[in-house]
């Protein structure tokens, strides 16, 4: 799949679909169109066999503020926001790996849509701030339960009551993002990252876990491990097989 839908630009490369949000005139800022596009997207991917993750990246400066206030219609009744059309929720119930390439401001929205995947890589040029406050909006796609789950709740009541920006170290720091590279390399740095995530059924399983055993006690979490794998077969042959592939990768980085 490859091209442009929308404001949205869409290409594969070696199991690799990459979705850049392509708006540089509104900061990349994502229209009502450009939401429910992008949850069609991830939708698409996640019925690919031929897409085994995805990228989500921007035209610079920015990477995005996420929803488009200038495009927002007014709520008709309390169910609205509960409701809409929610990339936040869209990322949340992947279970192909997502992965953000931030190249720039990455600010409400955006910063929910970089909690929301599997993992985030930063530009050293990217900056994170949570402005719902300052704009006298509550988060609506998850920011209040996955940033202080990110970065601690003291962390996060700062950001979300001040606005401030922390950059792109201090990100990796507290947790919002997993690597810093310099900016005229996020896109390959990236898109090798995403290539070396395993092409088995065993991904989405594992991300599952990790979703579903987060808030659990230890001992939950082990027991919801467990029954995930007691019924689960095993091929001896191939498991063999994957042993001896993954042994010849280590050796060869």
């Given amino acids: 799949m490859s091209g442009s839908t929308g404001r949205l630009r869409v290409s ?4 690799v679909r990459t979705i850049t949000i392509d708006r540089a005139e509104a900061k990349n800022a994502l229209s009502t169109a450009m939401r429910a596009e992008l949850c069609e997207l991830l939708a698409s991917a996640e019925q690919s066999v031929d897409v085994h ?47 953000c390439a931030v190249n720039g401001a990455c600010v409400s929205g955006g ?10 890589v930063a530009s050293d040029r990217a900056r994170f701030a949570d402005t719902h406050a300052r704009l006298d909006a509550v988060p609506t796609w998850g920011l209040t339960a996955l940033l202080p789950r990110a ?7 700062e950001m979300s009551i001040t606005g401030n920006f922390v950059d792109a170290e201090e990100a990796l720091r507290i947790g919002i ?3 810093v590279v310099p900016h005229a390399e996020l ?13 088995t059924r065993a991904v989405g399983e594992v991300l599952a876990l990790y979703d579903q055993g987060q808030d659990l006690s230890v001992d939950a979490a082990l027991a919801l491990e467990a029954r995930a794998t007691a019924t689960r077969s095993v ?3 191939a498991f063999a097989a994957a042993g001896r592939a993954a042994a010849a990768r280590q050796r060869s980085l």
């Fill in 151 to 157: 970065v601690g709740i003291r962390k996060a009541r």
């Fill in 111 to 120: 910063l929910e849509i970089v909690l929301s995947a599997s993992f985030a």
């Fill in 187 to 199: 896109s390959r740095f990236t898109q090798e990252l995403a290539e070396q995530i395993a092409c």
């Fill in 53 to 99: 993750a995805v990228v989500i990246a921007a035209v610079d400066p920015v990477f995005t503020a996420g929803v488009d206030f200038k495009d927002l219609q007014p709520a008709t009744d309390r169910y609205d926001a509960q409701f809409a059309v929610n990339p936040g929720r869209a990322l949340r119930a992947m279970r192909t790996p997502v992965v």
């Fill in 12 to 15: 594969d490369l070696s199991g």
């Fill in 235 to 237: 091929d001896p042959d």
């Fill in 177 to 179: 993002v997993n690597h």
